[in-house]
C-alpha cells in the first residue's frame, strides 16, 4: 500500500541554522510532491510545489529537492528563525495524501 | 488576499445527529475538496469535487457523508448521523487547477465534537 515517511516527529534547531526535513514514500509514482505548514489549530498553508522532472526548486529561504530514484524529497530552511516553528507536512498525489508532518523548533 | 472561509468554527453536537459544514471556496477555484484531522493525527483526505460531482473518495467517506454544492460559491460537508469517533477538525480546500496542478488552499477549519 501506498506510504508517506516523514523522518523524525520533530527537530529542534538553533537559529540561523538550516533546518532539512524528509519525505520519503513508497508504492507512490508522484508527477508532483507538494510542501505545506501547518501551525496549531489552523490549516495547511501551501509553500511550494515540485514536479517530477523538476530535481530542485526554491522560494525566498526555502528549498526544496524531489529524488524519484530514491523516492525522496528533502526540504531546508536556510537561516531560521523562531517564526519558522511549525509543523511541516508533505503532500503527493492527486487526492494530495498528506504525511504525519515534522514540527520544528527553532530556538533564538 | 482571497481566502476559502468555513462556518462554523466549532460545532458540537450529540451523537446521532445530522451536522452541516459549510465552506466558501476562493471564487474562480474550480475543484473542492474536505480533509479530517483527529487530534494529534495526521490530515486525512476525505472527498475531491470537480463540475458539480465527486471526482474521489476515500474509504472514510462511507455512505453518512455527503457533499454538496448548493449554490455558485457555497461546498457543504453532511454527516448525517455523527458517531463519537467523527469528533475531528474539518478543513475545507480549493484549488485553481485539477490533481496535476497541486496547490490546495485551505481554509481555518471547523472543529466538529460529538458526545
Known amino acids: 500500500s501506498q506510504k508517506i515517511e516523514q523522518n523524525s516527529e520533530a527537530l529542534n534547531i538553533q537559529e540561523g541554522k538550516t533546518a532539512t526535513l524528509t519525505c520519503n514514500y513508497t508504492?507512490?509514482?508522484?508527477?508532483?510532491l507538494q510542501w505545506y505548514r501547518q501551525d496549531p489549530g489552523r490549516g495547511p498553508v501551501f509553500l511550494l510545489l515540485?514536479?517530477?522532472?523538476?530535481k530542485e526548486k526554491r522560494k525566498e529561504r526555502l528549498k526544496v529537492t524531489f529524488d524519484t530514484t530514491l523516492k525522496q524529497s528533502l526540504f531546508h530552511i536556510t537561516a531560521s528563525q523562531p517564526a519558522d516553528s511549525a509543523t511541516y507536512l508533505c503532500?503527493?498525489?492527486?487526492?494530495?495524501?498528506f504525511g504525519d508532518g515534522t514540527t520544528l523548533t527553532v530556538k533564538p | 488576499e482571497p481566502e476559502v472561509t468555513q462556518t462554523p468554527s466549532h460545532q458540537v453536537t450529540q451523537m446521532g445527529q445530522e451536522v452541516i459544514l459549510r465552506c466558501v471556496p476562493i471564487s474562480n477555484h474550480l475543484y473542492f475538496y474536505w480533509y479530517r484531522q483527529i487530534l494529534g493525527q495526521k490530515v486525512e483526505f476525505l472527498v475531491s469535487?470537480?463540475?458539480?460531482?465527486?471526482?474521489?473518495k476515500s474509504e472514510i467517506f462511507d455512505d453518512q457523508f455527503s457533499v454538496e454544492r448548493p449554490d455558485g460559491s457555497n461546498f457543504t460537508l453532511k454527516i448525517r448521523s455523527t458517531k463519537l469517533e467523527d469528533s475531528a477538525m474539518y478543513f475545507c480546500?480549493?484549488?485553481?487547477?485539477?490533481?496535476?496542478?497541486?496547490?490546495?488552499?485551505f481554509g481555518e477549519g471547523s472543529r466538529l465534537t460529538v458526545l
Open positions: 469535487f470537480y463540475n458539480n460531482e465527486i471526482s474521489e
Open positions: 515540485i514536479r517530477e522532472n523538476e
Open positions: 480546500a480549493s484549488s485553481e487547477g485539477g490533481p496535476s496542478y497541486g496547490e490546495l488552499f
Open positions: 508504492n507512490y509514482s508522484p508527477a508532483y
Open positions: 503532500a503527493l498525489g492527486s487526492k494530495s495524501t
